[in-house]
Nanobody
Framework: QVQLAESGGGLVQAGGSLRLSCAGS????????MGWFRQAPGNKREFVAV????????SYADSVRGRFTISRDNAKNTVYLQMNSLKPEETAVYYC?????????????????WGRGTQVTVSS
């Protein structure tokens, strides 16, 4: 069982930056691929970024590539999402998730554990 808790959300102006953190429990944290997803009101949850268990592989949604960076510190059981040049349309609840496979998958149904989310609001 893995428990995840996101933090770092808040209100930021367009063009600003935020760094999200996701703290996980469990001694096998490094074995999980960790993903970030987001869901805006009335929209489906969408993939944002993923990192493999070792941190050696990363993948991003086209819409955030070059602006967002996913990283992890397995010694701290934490994964991060650095978000730069934020846009108002990126206002959403951001979720982190853990996949037992360890492989950097984009499919939300591949994930086994989810956090409760953190709100990110980007004002124009």
């Amino acid at each position: 069982q893995v428990q995840l808790a996101e933090s770092g959300g808040g209100l930021v102006q367009a063009g600003g930056s935020l760094r999200l953190s996701c703290a996980g429990s469990g001694r096998t944290f490094s074995g999980y691929a960790m993903g970030w997803f987001r869901q805006a009101p009335g929209n489906k949850r969408e993939f944002v970024a993923v990192i493999s268990g070792s941190g050696g592989m990363r993948s991003y949604a086209d819409s955030v590539r070059g602006r967002f960076t996913i990283s992890r510190d397995n010694a701290k059981n934490t994964v991060y999402l650095q978000m730069n040049s934020l846009k108002p349309e990126e206002t959403a609840v951001y979720y982190c998730a853990a996949a037992k496979t360890g492989w950097p998958t984009r499919g939300e149904y591949d994930y086994d554990y989810w956090g409760r989310g953190t709100q990110v609001t980007v004002s124009s």
